[in-house]
Each structure stands twice: as structure tokens, then as C-alpha cells.
């Protein structure tokens, strides 16, 4: 198989994993939705407004460091 296609058949299946990955998120939304909690939007439109958005890409480890960093400086109060 030429690298060509190896290159669009792994860029299918990520696309169908971020597709499939983003149903399930609209779908936790969907009751808020319903019951008015939240503004209702069509799972296309829900994606086109996740699309191009980046989140960290600070490793597991070292959120959980710095939220436990946060959560003991809130502790000894100075979150006030």
C-alpha cells in the first residue's frame, strides 16, 4: 500500500473518531439542552463551533499537579 493512501486512510479514521467523540459530548448535552439549561444547538452546529478549537497539551500529570497546587492554595486561603 503507497504512503499516499496509509495517509488518507489514517486521516478518515481520525476524522470518524473526532466525529464519534463529539456525538457522545452533544449527546450529555442534549437533556440540559432540552430542559432550557442550556441554549439548544444541532449537533452540526455544536461542531462547527468545536472545530479548529485546541485545548493544552500539558499531560495528565502535570494538570493534576497544578490543580492540586491550586486546590492547597485555596485551602490555606488564598483564594480570598
Known amino acids: 500500500m503507497k504512503i499516499k493512501n496509509i495517509t488518507k486512510l489514517l486521516m478518515s479514521s481520525c476524522k470518524t473518531k473526532i466525529e464519534k467523540d463529539l456525538w457522545d459530548l452533544w449527546k450529555t448535552l442534549y437533556p440540559l439542552m ?11 452546529e455544536y461542531k462547527n463551533e468545536c ?5 493544552s497539551k500539558k499531560s495528565y500529570k502535570d494538570i493534576q499537579s497544578e490543580m492540586l497546587s491550586v ?9 480570598k
Do not use: A, P, Q, W
Open 34 to 44: 432540552i430542559k432550557k439549561e442550556l441554549k439548544f444547538m444541532s449537533f452540526d
Open 51 to 55: 472545530k479548529g478549537k485546541t485545548y
Open 71 to 79: 486546590v492547597k492554595n485555596h485551602e490555606r486561603g488564598g483564594g
